[in-house]
């Protein structure tokens, strides 16, 4: 089995910054791309950022300039710094990875179960 687990969530004052950070631990023999996805109160679950495991990135527009997506393969983790935040960054942040586990040969998609941003003054 393979876990996400993700910490850094809070509330934050408009025009402030957090960081999110999470883990991936089990039986995994390779991550491949890893990212951070929303979900709003009354909204559709969305990509925010991912970063491939050769270091490739994308990002949503609306964050584009203020949110840095990172990653460390060796402690197989994933970062994500957010700056200048807006009331309409408010959502739960989830964590997801592609992940190959041990004896596989085809990745598989893997969730945390998000940690609450709230930006509000």
């Known amino acids: 089995q393979v876990q996400l687990v993700e910490s850094g969530g809070g509330l934050v004052q408009p025009e402030g910054s957090l960081r999110l950070s999470c883990v991936a631990s089990?039986?995994?023999?390779?991550?491949?791309?890893m990212g951070w996805y929303r979900q709003a109160t009354g909204k559709e679950r969305e990509l925010v950022a991912a970063?491939?495991?050769?270091?490739?990135?994308n990002y949503v527009d609306s964050v584009l300039g203020r949110f840095t997506i990172s990653r460390d393969n060796a402690k197989k983790t994933v970062h994500l710094q957010m700056n200048s935040l807006k009331p309409g960054d408010t959502a739960v942040y989830y964590c997801?990875?592609?992940?190959?586990?041990?004896?596989?040969?085809?990745?598989?998609?893997?969730w945390g179960k998000g940690t609450l941003v709230t930006v509000s003054s």
């Open positions: 997801h990875a592609d992940v190959v586990v041990v004896g596989l040969y085809y990745g598989i998609e893997y």
């Open positions: 089990g039986s995994i023999s390779r991550i491949n791309a």
């Open positions: 970063i491939s495991s050769d270091g490739r990135l």
